[in-house]
Nanobody
Framework: QVQLAESGGGSVQAGGSLRLSCAVS?????????????MAWFRQAPGNEREFVAA????????YYADFVKGRFTISRDNAKNTVNLQMRTLEPEDTAVYYC????????????????WGQGTQVTVST
């Protein structure tokens, strides 16, 4: 009923930039839509657990970032277009992973279990 679709992944050299986007469609059984969701980005590399990257509140006024971001990434949302974005700059090889978009009705959090809706993921590869 609620669908998330990521796009914008690809291969870049270290120091480069990528902009990921997530399109959200549909509604919950109670009728809630995109503006009611707290949104987040997670990532997962082969052999590793899924880890938190960034989150943004429903109105876009509150943002949260993992320590490894170090000011390089910016999360934003456009409630008129039902999209959430992740602008990534100064990418490092350690950023290589599949990046997932997630939505929550509980609130922004670092735990993956907080988020009830997930996209299929988009691959980001950073080479030296």
């Amino acid at each position: 009923q609620v669908q998330l679709a990521e796009s914008g992944g690809g291969s870049v050299q270290a120091g480069g930039s990528l902009r990921l986007s997530c399109a959200v469609s549909g509604r919950t059984r109670s009728g809630r839509t995109f503006s009611s969701f707290d949104m987040a980005w997670f990532r997962q590399a082969p052999g590793n657990e899924r880890e938190f990257v960034a989150a943004i509140g429903g109105r876009g006024g509150s943002t949260y970032y993992a320590d490894f971001v170090k000011g390089r990434f910016t999360i934003s949302r456009d409630n008129a277009k039902n999209t959430v974005n992740l602008q990534m700059r100064t990418l490092e090889p350690e950023d290589t992973a599949v990046y997932y978009c997630a939505a929550s009705l509980i609130g922004p959090a670092v735990a993956a279990g907080t988020y009830g809706y997930w996209g299929q993921g988009t691959q980001v590869t950073v080479s030296t």
